[in-house]
C-alpha cells in the first residue's frame, strides 16, 4: 500500500503546485512508519514522550482530513465532477481513520506498553491504504484544475490550520523528505530548520529514541 501514484514521478516531478500536497502524503507515511517501529520497544515509562509525539501527529491529521472534506473536496468537485463519488468514499474514511487514532491515542495514554501493537497497526493499515486511494482519486483530478485555483485552495487550507500546526508544518514536512522547490518559501524552510525545528526535534525524541 505503500505505492505513490503520481506517474511514477518523485515529489520534484510533479508540478509545483502540487508539491506539497504529495510531501504531505509523504510525511504522513514516514510518521506511521515510525510508530509502528517504535511501538514494540516502548516501555511505560516512555509511553508520555510518545503520547506527546503522537498528539502533535494527531492534530496534523484531524487538520489534513477536515480541510479535504471541508475545503479541498468542494471544490474540486465544481471542476472534476466525477469524483463526487470518491470523494464521499475519502470522508467515511476519515471516520474510520479518527476511530483507528482515537484507540491509538487511549493506547499511549493507558499506561500499559504492551496493549500499543493492536492499536497502531489497525491504524498503519487504515492510513496507508486511504492514502493510496486517495492518491489514486485525486492526483488525476488535481492536473485537470488550474494551478492558480488549486493554489488559492491549499492556501485557504493551510489558513484554516491551527497555530499548533502552522508551528509544527515546516520541520515535519521538511523532516528526512526530499525538499524540492515549490513546497514551502525559502523563509518557511529557514525558520523550519531554526526556530520551529527545536521544539519539533525534542517532540520528535519520544519516538525515535523509545524507551
Avoid: C
Amino acid at each position: 500500500m505503500d505505492g505513490l501514484l503520481w506517474g511514477g514521478k518523485d515529489v520534484a516531478g510533479l508540478p509545483r503546485h502540487l508539491r506539497g500536497f504529495a510531501q504531505t502524503h509523504l510525511a504522513l507515511r514516514r510518521d506511521s512508519r515510525r510508530l509502528v517501529a517504535a511501538a514494540p520497544l516502548l516501555t511505560s515509562a516512555g509511553l508520555p514522550r510518545a503520547a506527546e509525539w503522537w498528539r502533535q501527529l494527531r492534530a496534523i491529521l484531524d487538520w489534513h482530513n477536515r480541510t479535504e472534506d471541508e475545503i479541498l473536496w468542494p471544490r474540486l468537485i465544481e471542476h472534476v465532477p466525477e469524483i463526487a463519488a470518491g470523494s464521499h468514499r475519502m470522508v467515511q474514511d476519515h471516520v474510520a481513520l479518527d476511530d483507528s487514532m482515537l484507540r491509538v491515542t487511549k493506547a499511549l495514554e493507558g499506561g500499559r506498553a504492551e496493549l500499543i501493537g493492536g492499536p497502531v497497526d489497525t491504524f498503519d493499515t487504515a492510513l496507508h491504504r486511504h492514502l493510496h486511494e486517495e492518491e489514486e482519486l485525486t492526483f488525476p483530478a488535481f492536473v485537470r484544475v488550474p494551478a492558480h485555483v488549486f493554489t488559492a485552495l491549499e492556501r485557504r487550507v493551510l489558513a484554516a490550520a491551527p497555530f499548533r500546526v502552522k508551528r509544527v508544518l515546516p520541520p515535519w514536512l521538511l523532516d528526512a523528505l526530499p525538499q524540492p522547490d515549490g513546497v514551502m518559501p525559502a523563509p518557511v524552510r529557514l525558520m523550519g530548520r531554526t526556530v520551529l525545528g527545536g521544539a519539533y526535534r525534542r517532540t520528535l525524541t519520544g519516538i525515535l529514541e523509545p524507551r
